[in-house]
């Protein structure tokens, strides 16, 4: 038989290896878990799991850390909310000298002292390191409220200052609208005056020896003031019966570029124009056939000039009633028929009755007759003048599209010299030219550049 063997003893090793971990499970501190099994937790975690741990002065140092940090920005708040406060003062202070307020001053300059006062006080304490007066989140919520009141302070008086300068440059528009309509008023009754006596000093000096081209060139300047002080009045008349300007404008002118819109006045001058000197080169106006007045050249000349020095200071209203049949009068009776068209007369005052008076051999006293018999009078006055020269006085127009001369023209506007190109013509004439002799007076056009030929 086999002899039995003996199961082989365990290792020493394995044996001192389990008595090592039974040991180990009585000594530990950790309890048991509820499943009967023991939470081992490896060294090096427990060694890291120790460093992390902070010791008690460092968390009270933390602490101080976090509460001065909190006291200083508490402080700068502060500071920042003192600064916009004495920057609120300040601005009261400036609104109370424009307008000048002595009470309103010294209140004001009182809140400025006091808070550049707060001012230094909160510098002698952070230099003295006492700005920890109390709990650092009042403080904050005390320095924004205080700011936001300042700012909103320095707001309504630069509302207030604006509010006040809006009113001061309120009243100067006032005070100048009212200055310009003063001046306005004046001019029309010096104008007034001044059309009613037709006083002009200057036409005193025209002598019958010495009559000349400076003084015709003196003339035609004064009776040009009246026909565009007429065009004015007519110009207003049509805007106010609300007529299209651009319309009026286009059958007086067609196919012209006004390089400006006010320069539309001109057509309506141009038409005046026209109209008020058709005929200038005949003694009577070609508004009387019969020339037996003038026997001779002299004759004519003396007539002419008796005259001028007639009408060149008569009230003309006065003037017509008193000679209603004179060649004047039937001068301006033939030119208000031929230049007012019965349609625009009824569109300005809603009737004919103007026309029916002129047609009978009357004169209306309305503002608009008045203005147009200035007009008539003192081109009647140039037209007498130039009939008492010694030598022939002709008119004369520039026909559309002709080219500009500097001899015989003169453009009636800057602004057309400013196109590049330097060639002009002319879009119509303004005031017509004159020549006394061999003596030219330009006459005024209107210009427009000439387009170059298109190239192929």
């Known amino acids: 038989m086999e002899s039995v063997r003996p199961a082989p003893a365990p290792s020493k090793s394995r044996l001192a290896k389990t008595f090592q971990r039974v040991i180990h499970r009585k000594n530990s501190s950790k309890p048991f878990s509820s499943n009967g099994f023991c939470l081992l937790i490896p060294q090096e975690k427990l060694r890291c799991c120790e460093s992390q741990h902070f010791d008690k002065e460092e968390i009270e140092e933390c602490k101080e850390h976090t509460k001065n ?45 006091d808070e550049l006062k707060a001012l230094s006080e909160l510098k002698h304490s952070y230099i003295k390191k006492q700005i920890d007066s109390s709990p650092p989140h009042v403080t904050l919520m005390l320095a924004e409220i205080q700011e936001q009141q300042s700012v909103m302070k320095t707001y309504e008086i630069t509302m207030k200052k604006m509010q006040g300068e809006i009113e001061s440059k309120g009243y100067n528009i006032s005070s100048l609208q009212k200055e310009l309509q003063e001046t306005i008023h004046n001019n029309r009754s010096l104008e007034r005056k001044l059309n009613a006596s037709g006083s002009f000093s200057i036409l005193d000096n025209v002598k019958f020896s010495d009559v000349n081209p400076k003084d015709f060139i003196m003339v035609l300047h004064y009776a040009m003031r009246s026909i565009r002080n007429f065009v004015k009045f007519l110009i207003r008349e049509m805007e106010s019966a609300n007529w299209d300007i651009d319309a009026a404008t286009k059958s007086i002118q067609n196919g012209v570029t006004f390089h400006k819109s006010n320069h ?46 007639k009408l060149k200071s008569v009230n003309v209203t006065p003037f017509l009633k008193q000679n209603p049949s004179s060649l004047f009068g039937k001068f301006l009776k033939a030119k208000y028929l031929h230049l007012v068209h019965p349609k625009m007369e009824f569109s300005f005052s809603g009737n004919l009755n103007q026309r029916k008076l002129v047609n009978s051999g009357e004169f209306p006293e309305t503002e608009f007759f008045k203005v147009f018999s200035e007009m008539g009078r003192r081109v009647w006055l140039l037209h007498c003048l130039a009939f008492s020269f010694d030598q022939q006085v002709s008119i004369f127009q520039v026909r559309k599209n002709s080219r500009f001369s500097e001899v015989y023209m003169e453009s009636i506007t800057d602004e057309i010299f400013s196109f590049a190109g330097g060639e002009f013509k002319v879009a119509f004439t303004v005031v017509p030219g004159f020549k006394i002799g061999q003596t030219v007076v330009q006459s005024q056009v209107y210009l427009s550049p000439v387009t170059p030929p298109s190239k192929h």
């Open 69 to 113: 940090r909190a006291v200083m920005e508490a402080f700068v708040a502060k500071l920042f909310a003192t600064i916009s406060s004495v920057k609120a003062a300040y601005a009261e202070l400036q609104l109370a000298q424009f307008p000048y307020d002595s009470e309103a001053i010294q209140v004001a300059d009182q809140a400025v002292v």
């Open 264 to 309: 539309r006045a001109f057509a309506f001058e141009s038409f005046v124009c026209r109209e008020i000197f058709s005929g200038f080169n005949e003694p009577t106006f070609s508004v009387q056939n019969d020339d037996s007045l003038f026997a001779g050249v002299i004759q004519r000349r003396n007539f002419f000039f008796d005259q001028f020095k």
